[in-house]
């Protein structure tokens, strides 16, 4: 995970809560940190989710995996990411702890959970995660401000996970990386609408067919370059046209692991994520 590094100013602070940042839920929640606030060592990601009907604003590839396997859960409702701790109780408990609250030339930082999730799990209706490499373990200051936050939601009666790469399997990673470079925010969508209407009608006839088969397929039938089909998929899929569990081997995929997006939700991504 890239480092977050970002430090605000008292006026900064409150222009961003009078902006509602870290305020509202699902469509309306706004993160406390977006990708151009936060210098991170990683690559950041702007990715439209399904389930809140907004684009959500993540900071790392590790971030991005925890996210899709969030929105592939079937019992998540809500995921708010980047969300504000109240200051005035981190600050409590961090005087209580005897430990330095985050501070950057005498003004008090805001502490953020990378996730706060809301669920249909009755034992767990909302729980948090906190997104680091295992590297970062190593790190004293870290593991005095995972206690802050521990503390923190332990006190509100949500619990906290902590999420390494070592808990995120090699073919999310490996799926990540073999969509990320079709990911552009300057896409042609009505181009990109002419290749879903084609793979939508295809894919709901062919669901015992591998998905390299049927694009093996499309590219026979629409006299294409070999491989056209192939790229345009993995397009539908890195834009969020087009859904599959992330834990699956792409190229294992058939049409009946692809979960095609209502026209109603792709309208609304595009507003929301320009």
């Known amino acids: 995970m890239g480092k977050k590094q970002y430090w605000n100013s008292e006026a900064k602070n409150r222009r961003w809560i009078k902006d509602g940042r870290g305020q509202g839920t699902g469509s309306n929640y706004k993160p406390w940190l977006t990708v151009r606030d936060v210098a991170s060592e990683g690559r950041s990601h ?12 993540l900071l790392s590839d590790l971030e991005l995996a925890t996210f ?32 330095e609250h985050p501070n950057h030339h005498g003004v008090d ?30 790190n004293p200051r870290t593991i005095e401000k995972l206690e802050i936050e521990r ?20 073919i999310v ?9 079709h990911i552009d925010d300057d896409t042609d969508h ?18 015992n067919l591998r998905v390299k088969e049927l694009c093996m397929k499309l590219d026979a039938s629409y006299d ?15 834009q969020r046209y087009c859904h599959f569990d992330i834990t699956k081997p792409f190229t294992e995929l058939r049409c009946s692991d692809i979960t095609v ?10 507003c929301v994520s320009s």
């Open 190 to 207: 009505d181009d990109l609408l002419v290749q879903f209407e084609i793979f939508s009608k295809h894919i709901r006839a062919s669901e």
């Open 46 to 57: 702007r990715v439209f989710g399904h389930i809140s009907q907004r684009t959500h604003h």
């Open 151 to 170: 503390l923190y939601w332990r006190e509100k009666g949500v619990p906290i996970f902590w999420v390494t790469e070592n808990q995120i399997s090699p």
């Open 224 to 238: 294409n370059s070999p491989g056209e089909a192939l790229y345009q998929v993995k397009r539908l899929l890195a």
């Open 109 to 138: 930082q805001y502490m953020s959970s990378d996730f706060v999730v809301d669920s249909r799990e009755k034992d767990r209706p909302r729980f948090t995660i906190q997104v680091k490499t295992s590297e970062a373990y190593s």
């Open 68 to 99: 899709l396997l969030l929105q592939w859960r079937s019992t998540t409702t809500d995921i708010r990411e980047q969300f504000p701790l109240d200051r005035e109780v981190t600050r409590e408990i961090s005087e209580r702890l005897g430990i």
């Open 173 to 181: 990673f490996e799926n990540i990386n073999l969509l990320y470079n």
């Open 261 to 270: 997006e209502t026209f109603d939700a792709l309208q609304e991504s595009w």
